[in-house]
Every structure is written in C-alpha cells, then in structure tokens.
C-alpha cells in the first residue's frame, strides 16, 4: 500500500489533482503540478507496510504540463469536472480576486517536510493530509540522503536529499519523535540545512518535540513556542517562550503541540496560505469534527493515576532530552 492510492474513486490524490487541474484553468496559470500529481522522488511518496517493496526512486512523470490537459470533450465543451473545479474555487473566492490567487496561486507553494529516522509518523501524515489538498503547492520530503527513511511502527518515507531541497520556502517543517529527535538536535548537518533554509522561508514550523529541533538550530529563540507536554517547558532553556496551546503562532513562527494537534497546526497553516474559506473547505473535506472518547489528551484531563504512569514511564526519555537542553555549545 502507499499513500498514494490513485484506484481509489475518492482518494485525495484524485480530489487533489481534480482541484490543481480545475483551479489551473480557472486562473489560467503556467505548468505547475500540485505536489502528489508527480511521481518526482520526495514528493510526498509514502511506503506503508504491507511488504510492497520501495525498490528505486521513480523518474520524473511523463504526465502533461497542466496548461498542456486538454479539458474539452470530444465536442468542444469543456470537461464537466473542470467546470465544476472552476467554480469551486470561484465559489470560495467570492468575487475576490486576491483571494482566488491565494486559493490557487500563479506561482507554486512550495514545502519543505523534514522526515528523519525514528520520528513519530502521525506528526508527518496528519499535516501531510492537508497540505497535499493546497492547490498548486509542491511538497518535498527531505533528509540528508535519498533514502527510504524508517519513520518508525512500520511506516517508511522516501525523501530527497537536503542539497535537492529548493533554498526558498514557504513552509519549512519538521516533525517529532523521541530517540530520532534528540539525535536530530544533535546532527550538525540537520540543524545546518536547518539554519540555512529558515531565513528564505515565509514560514518555520513544527509538530510535537520537532519544536526543539527547531529551537536546538537556534530558530525559536525569542518566539512563543509549543512542544509535547512532556518537554514543553525545556522550551526556556532555548530561549524560548512556552506557550500551552495546540497552535502556537508567533510572527512566521507556528508550532503545534503533541501528534494530534498536527491537524489543528495544519489548517491553520492552511487558512494564512489559501484563506480560511479554504482552510474551512479542508476540515470539512477531512471532516475534522473530534469528539474524543475521553477527556485525557492533556495531564490534567487525564488525571494524576495516569499522568503520573506516563511520566515514569517516559523518565527516561525525558531525562534525555533534559540533558541536550543542557549540553555545552548547543
């Protein structure tokens, strides 16, 4: 299995390419590719594991250049489904023009999602979902070589290497884990693609422990920032000003807190690049409605027996990621 499942009728590689192609002939823009109509390496190819093999790196899609679809049936009229993409977009914009633009952009998105050995894979996946629907938005997922990376509990992520990466950047973002993360801090060649990508990015962005990634380059010092609850408050030791909230925004700095709160990090990233009529479109399409069956996503809905079990059971990790909060010359 893979992410892309193109045989299924209502899969959202179809919604979004049916999205790019009808925003692209609405706008009448140039030949640009939203990011899972191309089978380019690194964008936004995910192995499951179901013992399909990775194997080598597809080449480049022989697909058509957008402005090069002919959307016209056999007599002349334009494709239905385009039409009705067209006014989609239309429909959204509301006779804005500027608006029409953000929803579907002249000139390609373009995000940056780092994936590293032994993160955790929901806090890729869940933003991943809603970015792959943003119109004319290219997304690359990237380590330091191309690779099937293992993300951890069976999933694999093939990426680009860093030097493929493009310099300029909307959205720069990085996910978190536990052992993958502290070694992600510690990996002078990650924090320098890091450093050196953040200042062209309009935005810098993170889910979970990807924050002290972040704040480990020297990127969040000075910002309001959020994290894991288990790590929240080491934000400090980085200069940072912690925050609890499942998004925290902060200039072009936004940071979700643990996992799930990806998907609340990812709309509202959603609504400052296409708008909220978009971002609204999206959750509805995902159908974003959560009613946990529990009130215990934070320690104190979860009350002091459990909290306390997840603690000790964490102490050590913790104690990890205390000391590389604390390591000379970070």
């Not at 385009?82 to 579907?104: H, P, W, Y």
């Amino acid at each position: 299995m893979t992410h892309d499942d193109s045989r299924a009728p209502l899969s959202r590689r179809a919604f979004g390419r049916t999205l790019a192609l009808g925003a692209a002939g609405a706008a009448l823009t140039p030949a640009v590719a939203h990011a899972l109509t191309s089978d380019v390496p690194g964008s936004a190819t995910i192995a499951a594991p179901t013992g399909a093999p990775t194997g080598a790196p597809a080449g480049p899609t022989s697909r058509a250049p957008l402005d090069a679809l002919d959307t016209r049936d056999a007599l002349g009229s334009q494709d239905p489904m385009m039409r009705t993409m067209q006014r989609f977009v239309d429909d959204l914009a509301d006779g804005n023009a500027a608006m029409k633009e953000r929803i579907a952009p002249t000139t390609p998105r373009t995000i940056a999602m780092m994936a590293y050995p032994g993160m955790y894979p929901l806090d890729l996946l869940g933003p991943l979902t809603v970015f792959s629907d943003l119109l004319n938005t290219q997304v690359h997922l990237v380590w330091k070589t191309r690779m099937a990376v293992p993300a951890g509990r069976g999933v694999t992520v093939q990426t680009i290497p860093f030097s493929e990466c493009p310099a300029a950047l909307d959205v720069l973002f990085v996910p978190g884990g536990t052992v993958g993360t502290l070694a992600a801090m510690a990996d002078p060649e990650v924090l320098g693609f890091l450093r050196d990508r953040a200042p062209r990015a309009k935005y810098v962005t993170s889910v979970c422990t990807g924050s002290l990634v972040l704040a480990a380059a020297g990127l969040l010092e000075g910002y309001q920032a959020t994290s894991h609850w288990l790590v929240h408050d080491l934000l400090v030791r980085y200069g940072a000003t912690p925050v609890r909230a499942r998004v925290v925004e902060d200039r072009n700095r936004i940071t979700g807190a643990g996992v799930t709160a990806g998907l609340d990090f990812a709309l509202t990233l959603t609504a400052r690049l296409a708008g909220d009529n978009y971002a609204k479109a999206e959750t509805l399409n995902i159908e974003y409605d959560p009613a946990p069956p529990f009130d215990a996503g934070t320690e104190e809905g979860a009350g002091p027996l459990v909290s306390g079990a997840m603690r000790r059971m964490y102490a050590t990790a913790r104690d990890a990621f205390v000391a590389a909060a604390s390591r000379p010359g970070r």
